[in-house]
């Protein structure tokens, strides 16, 4: 009999057991990153460039990098196959001031096939209000490799983009000053009311007063004047490490491609009878050439022939599953139909379609 392997992971919105700091469980009202994005030119590669005449904005960009360098090239055909344009990717990390360095990601937008060995010349990456924020330019450091040769060809990752660690220096910092905020809304990234309720409540004993209040699910407010902090920093630093137990939903998570089956702690199953079986049909052609005797007038006729067959599993039969109040005895009960992780994956639809299985089910 096969067992049925389930994987217990740490999934956003899976029911766990023990406390978690508060940090882990919201994010404070302003406090976030921004996206950034810029456009440029990647050189140095070993002939693995943009095709310019597939990739004529290439040889755009190109120009006019040499033409502000003060090198006219107007009117000249040059076709380097050693130049790549990219898009260049980063986040902005909250309170970045000017001079510090982030990390940006460089992706392809060509036929390039490789930036591996490349360096980007320097790029102005752009926030979404127009504005830049931040120049990017170095050495990329790209995942994946690539090999070809005139009648095959191999590729292992993706070699077509890659990082540069601290690529970019910050030229411009946010317009933000969190010391003049006088409430600070804590958003929870998986919205509960008992979690939020939970939260208000650690966070007034922490000050020993009601400095806290739940909005709703996803959101407690706290007022920055009632815990009498020296700053708005100094209040969010007091309460990001209060430790809160939360409460989540039941969830069964599926992936239909691997097979993997993920369950939380809450779920459960009422007592229910499961049959299951595969049905399997096979349908062959096998053609017969019948010729005619030597030396003697005719041809050669091609004979259908097909060969047919219905071929059924045994199957669990009718299974009775019994009421389960635990994680363990969920798993035990479905172990017991040993059944491929494909086929519980069936059943346990079939279950929830039915109103014994009592989580959200999600199928990937």
Request: zero cysteines.
């Amino acid at each position: 009999m096969r067992a049925l392997i389930f994987a217990f992971l740490l999934l956003p919105g899976m029911a766990w057991a023990g406390a978690i700091r508060l940090k882990d469980l919201v994010d404070f009202d302003g406090v976030r990153g921004n996206d950034l994005v810029g456009y440029g030119l990647v050189v140095g590669l070993n002939g693995t460039g943009d095709g310019l005449r597939n990739a004529p904005f290439t040889e755009e960009i190109m120009s006019n990098i040499l033409e502000r360098l003060g090198v006219n090239v107007t009117g000249e055909d040059f076709r380097p196959k050693n130049v790549a344009a990219v898009l260049v990717t980063a986040t902005l990390p909250p309170f970045a001031r000017v001079g510090g360095q982030i990390d940006v990601t460089v992706s392809a937008i060509g036929d390039s096939n490789s930036l591996l060995g490349g360096t980007l010349i320097m790029t102005p990456l752009n926030a979404a209000d127009g504005q830049i924020y931040a120049v990017a330019q170095g050495t990329i450091l790209a995942g994946g490799v690539s090999a070809e040769g005139e009648a095959a060809s191999v590729v292992r990752g993706v070699p077509t983009a890659g990082v540069i660690p601290s690529g970019a220096r910050v030229e411009r910092e946010i317009d933000f000053d969190l010391s003049t905020l006088t409430q600070v809304r804590l958003a929870l990234r998986e919205p509960d009311f008992t979690t939020a309720a939970r939260i208000e409540s650690a966070i007034n004993t922490e000050f020993n007063r009601a400095v806290a209040i739940m909005r709703d699910s996803g959101t407690v407010e706290l007022s920055i004047t009632a815990t009498q902090a020296v700053s708005t920093a100094h209040a969010l630093g007091r309460i990001e490490n209060i430790l809160v137990e939360p409460e989540t939903k039941a969830r069964v998570v599926v992936d239909q491609r691997s097979g993997t089956i993920v369950m939380g702690q809450e779920v459960r199953i009422s007592r229910v009878a499961v049959s299951q079986g595969n049905l399997t049909l096979t349908v062959q052609e096998a053609p017969i050439a019948v010729q005619p005797n030597p030396f003697a007038r005719g041809e050669t006729v091609i004979v259908p022939r097909t060969i047919t067959g219905i071929e059924e599993d045994e199957g669990t039969g009718l299974a009775e599953i019994p009421e389960a109040t635990t994680l363990s005895e969920v798993v035990a009960g479905l172990n017991a139909l040993g059944v491929s992780p494909q086929d519980m994956i069936d059943i346990l639809k079939t279950i929830k379609a039915a109103g014994a299985l009592h989580a959200e089910f999600i199928v990937r």
